[in-house]
């Protein structure tokens, strides 16, 4: 039998091969059934060697094992050959100590255009984790990094099972784009990367990141979930800094991408986005085919007031609303604005702009005391959020949302908010941390 122990099944049509120890060009075929299974007879007394070929050996970056039987009389002998477990290849690629609750993953770096194994080329992983330190809630940004081989393989050790991380690969300036990688719950798991080293970096301004450009040309088509072409749709190659939008026939193109592993976004109001992984060749163009579905409706949460107190947050909220002295939305007008990303809802918010990221979500700017544009101070349910680079559109959905608080001056930050910061503030409130209670505009509200 030939069994696949990361799939936990049998590896059916595995070609195998069995052959002298002293002679490899002398030996017998065979080939698994649906069950794994495979037989050869005839086979004279002797030291003979047993060994299989197939995909999955390939796709999960092993070599094919082999196993010795010694033939000493008549009769049958069962050989079991396997393609090791997830959790004996990741102790054996990351050692014993390796945490239960973790994964390794692996794969290669290559060229995008002569395709060939880039050493030395460093793949970088990075998640968010709560910590809760000096009395305040943090944002920790997690990052495990690697190195390619003379193969241009890498390992990755310590990755956390279940969950999604971003990655990106990069030899020198040249780098992948930014892809969500999901990292399943098995203790092993393949990722490739292919770079862009022709492509060109394109700055807009001098706040935003430039962007990277270069040959990689896509012919994407969008479809409504009922098969109708959908047309007014925005798509992009993220980091790039091009958007286009699809025409009456739901077809969009982009021509002047860089090549390799990137991340292609496509989104239109009221439609759920989509984030799609691809790998571009240079000059050649890929078709795409995206189904956005409709946003799911989200229920307000309720006010509960009779005979109950309302929480002391929710009563600050409404507090600082009646004062006006920033922009307050609460969840429902979040809601009304964005069905993507959170920070697409400060469109249009005085003293705000939103640049686009070479990763996930906008970044917010503001005017600071000098004049000159400013990176808010971010508070998260009333605690300084530490985003280490990383956007807030990553870790909180529209969906989510209570209420924002815009105060784009730091002479309007209240003294909630107060630090040693020279911008404004946002404030994000979830619901989940305010018990479900809706958040009101108190100048609307009955006496």
Known sequence: MVFDSVARAPLANASVRVFRADSASVGIDARTDATGTFEVSALRTGTWLVSFLHPRLDSLRLEPPVARVDVVEAGEIDVTLAVPSAVTLARALCGTARDDSTAVVVGDVRD???RRPIVAATVRATWPEWVFAKKRMEREV????????????????????????TALAHAGSDTTGVIELVVPVTEYTVADFVIDRGASLVSRDGVSAPWRRGEGMIRGRVVTAGGQPLGNVMARVLGSGTVVRTDSSGVFRISDAASGTQTVEVRAVGYDPIRQKVQLSPAIPTAMGFTLEKSRVL?????????RKLPADVEAIERRWRRGLGTILDGRTVRERTSTNLTSALWSVPGVRLGMRSGYGNAVYMRGNSGKECIPSIYLDGFRFVADGMSLDELITPGDVAA??????????PAEFTDLSECGVLAVWTSRFLGNVRVMDPRKQRP
Do not use: H, W
């Open 112 to 114: 995008a255009a002569a």
């Open 142 to 165: 997690v990052t495990r990094v690697a190195r390619t081989d003379s193969a241009g393989q890498f390992v990755l050790c310590d990755v956390p099972q279940g969950i999604t991380v």
């Open 299 to 307: 229920l307000d949460t309720v006010r509960v007031i009779a005979g």
């Open 404 to 413: 924002l608080e815009v105060y784009p001056r730091p002479m309007q930050r």
